[in-house]
């Protein structure tokens, strides 16, 4: 039997490029976890390198949110360029508090990279910053989406989500989309 994912506090998890390069990939998949506090996953680029992939899944049913927060400052970044950041919960809550840094921004030049939050039931954000903008001199603002049963980004709670360009790139996008009805 599968048993749970459990990542204690002040983890660091990093894949990133030395002076030029890509970032590399961290997947962390499990039919249950749970994560603590202060943790850093990286999969950064450097120089002309590229954002690696950071994937983050849960398939587990549990009826507990998975919950990535509440003062719990968790780095998550696939920054450099193109870089690709998702959290994925199949069948289980997900819950982003304050605290949290999600990131796929390009750096210096470059296109922005991509962030996808799909929680399987109901997904809550709070006080949180979602970056996926373009390169600070050049470059197009990347992409962010949002997709659960139910989606809630409450009024008065300092939620950021951010795909804007820089110099002469073109905006990104952003999606938020419920499964069923209601939000």
Avoid: C, W, Y
Wanted: aromatic share 2%.
């Amino acid at each position: 039997s599968a048993r749970p994912l459990r990542i204690a506090n002040s983890t660091a998890m990093l894949v990133t490029a030395g002076t030029d390069g890509d970032g590399g990939s961290i997947s962390l998949k499990s039919l249950g976890m749970e994560l603590g506090q202060n943790n850093t996953f990286k999969v950064d680029g450097n120089g002309s390198g590229h954002g690696g992939f950071l994937h983050i899944e849960d398939n587990s049913t549990n009826t507990t949110p998975l919950t990535l927060g509440n003062a719990a400052n968790n780095v998550l970044s696939a920054n450099g360029g193109n870089g690709k950041l998702e959290v994925v919960t199949t069948g289980r809550p997900l819950r982003v508090l304050s605290g949290n840094s999600l990131s796929a921004s390009a750096g210096t030049t470059g296109d922005g990279g991509s962030i996808l939050l799909d929680a399987g039931t109901s997904l809550l954000t709070l006080s949180t910053s979602l970056n996926a903008d373009g390169g600070s001199t050049d470059g197009n603002g990347g992409s962010l989406r949002l997709l659960a049963d139910g989606i809630t980004l409450p009024a008065n709670t300092n939620i950021a989500l951010v795909a804007d360009a820089h110099g002469s790139g073109h905006g990104g996008s952003i999606e938020v989309t419920t499964h069923s009805q209601g939000v």
